[in-house]
């Protein structure tokens, strides 16, 4: 029987040519959770070459979770312009910050106060690099590939694996770069995880705010490429329980100072000020304030224990790890490895400047 909602189906309109004075904007925005995205359409009559050429837009904010049905009009300030990998052409994907009906920004509105913290530490060029693990689902929300009434083998084979017994989704991966090359993220490469139906992708180096544009904008798009293949992403920093790997956002963070000869001393100092605000950085790593975070970062699984903080050479079980190359070259950068998978970036930037930068805790 064909399948009359089906993606044959579709191709067919998307032939249809689109007038040269029509562009499609795609506007996306993270919503009241801290960790959803959603996103809707406009058109508009000219390309837009910069995102303040977008016009601000409003929508409901009684069904994402920010606002209340008498007062619900949000309002949307586009902050960063993406090629769009799914209607190409000229049309675009809009990343927006939220405002509310008196200006102030959302509580889930991150970017704005983040921002602002990266002007004041501009000086010191910090650069940032963010490994994104994620858990693909079946629709029954079971991980996929896995058997429906049992368990695969103990994890050992699935790591940057290859083969139908060892690896699942894949075709979505491959979907899932190419997108995010068209689009103009600056993702950096892939790799399958630990845990079967689960991978990687790494986002940066990139300056500042621009990784947390690019990171939720590969999130949009990852959603968006599985949704085709009828199946669910999930960032939850522990989707199954048990002796699984949970899913994290490893954060590769370094400044001049840290890149430049002589660098590793800056790296120890910034280590030592991360230590002394471990609380801080750990209600900054995951939405609910470190209550996501508790079920991963348990010690065991290649994490330290989320209530104490550790540093170590290579090592991946402490909070903060210097790679073997770093400590051998005598700069580079450091990797905290406590952000959960459903990180907010533009919190965790937020924070790691604040501490090695601006000595705030």
């Known amino acids: 029987m064909t399948d009359k909602t089906g993606k044959t189906v579709l191709q067919r309109y998307m032939r249809i040519p689109q007038p040269e004075d029509r562009v499609m904007c795609e506007y996306l925005w993270v919503d009241g959770s801290g960790?959803?995205?959603?996103?809707?359409?406009r058109t508009l009559d000219f390309?837009?070459?910069?995102?303040?050429?977008?016009?601000?837009?409003?929508?409901?904010?009684?069904?994402?979770?920010?606002?209340?049905?008498?007062?619900?009009?949000?309002?949307?300030?586009?902050v960063a312009l993406y090629s769009d990998p799914f209607r190409m052409g000229k049309n675009k994907l809009v990343m927006c910050e939220v405002f509310k009906y008196n200006g102030k920004p959302a509580e889930s509105n991150n970017r704005k106060s983040c921002n602002e913290v990266c002007e004041k530490a501009a000086?010191?060029?910090?650069?940032?690099?963010?490994?994104?693990?994620?858990?693909?689902?079946?629709?029954d929300k079971h991980p996929l590939g896995w058997p429906k009434n049992g368990f695969p083998g103990p994890?050992?084979?699935?790591?940057?694996?290859?083969?139908?017994?060892?690896?699942?989704?894949?075709?979505?991966?491959e979907a899932h770069y190419r997108a995010c090359l068209y689009a103009g993220i600056k993702i950096a490469g892939c790799n399958?995880?630990?845990?079967?139906?689960?991978?990687?992708?790494?986002?940066?180096?990139?300056?500042?705010?621009?990784?947390?544009?690019?990171?939720?904008?590969?999130?949009?798009?990852?959603?968006?490429?599985?949704?085709?293949?009828?199946?669910?992403?999930?960032?939850?920093?522990k989707?199954?329980?048990?002796?699984?790997?949970?899913?994290?956002?490893?954060?590769?963070?370094?400044?001049?100072?840290?890149?430049?000869?002589?660098?590793?001393?800056?790296?120890?100092?910034?280590i030592e000020k991360l230590s002394k605000c471990h609380d801080k950085h750990i209600k900054a790593y995951?939405?609910?304030?470190?209550?996501?975070?508790?079920?991963r970062l348990t010690g065991l699984h290649e994490t330290s224990t989320i209530n104490d903080f550790s540093a170590g050479v290579a090592n991946r079980g402490a909070s903060i790890r210097i790679p073997r190359q770093v400590?051998?070259?005598?700069?580079?950068?450091?990797?905290?490895?406590?952000?959960?998978?459903?990180?907010?970036?533009?919190?965790?930037?937020?924070?790691?400047?604040?501490?090695?930068?601006?000595?705030?805790?």
């Open 35 to 41: 960790e959803g995205i959603r996103s809707k359409c």
């Open 155 to 173: 994890q050992g084979p699935y790591y940057c694996g290859v083969g139908a017994n060892k690896v699942y989704g894949r075709d979505i991966v």
């Open 192 to 237: 399958a995880e630990v845990m079967p139906a689960q991978w990687e992708f790494q986002v940066g180096p990139c300056e500042g705010i621009s990784v947390g544009d690019d990171l939720w904008v590969a999130r949009y798009i990852l959603h968006r490429v599985a949704e085709d293949f009828g199946v669910i992403v999930t960032f939850d920093p």
């Open 327 to 361: 400590a051998q070259d005598g700069f580079g950068y450091l990797e905290d490895r406590r952000p959960s998978s459903n990180c907010d970036p533009y919190s965790v930037v937020e924070v790691l400047i604040r501490t090695t930068c601006l000595d705030e805790c």
């Open 123 to 139: 000086e010191e060029i910090p650069w940032f690099g963010i490994e994104q693990e994620y858990t693909m689902l079946d629709v």
């Open 47 to 78: 390309e837009p070459k910069h995102p303040k050429e977008c016009p601000v837009w409003n929508y409901d904010g009684s069904s994402t979770y920010q606002a209340e049905g008498s007062n619900s009009d949000m309002y949307l300030h586009p």
């Open 286 to 295: 995951d939405p609910k304030e470190g209550e996501d975070n508790k079920r």
């Open 239 to 270: 989707p199954m329980p048990g002796d699984w790997n949970g899913a994290g956002a490893h954060t590769n963070y370094s400044t001049v100072k840290m890149r430049d000869d002589g660098g590793i001393k800056h790296i120890e100092d910034a």
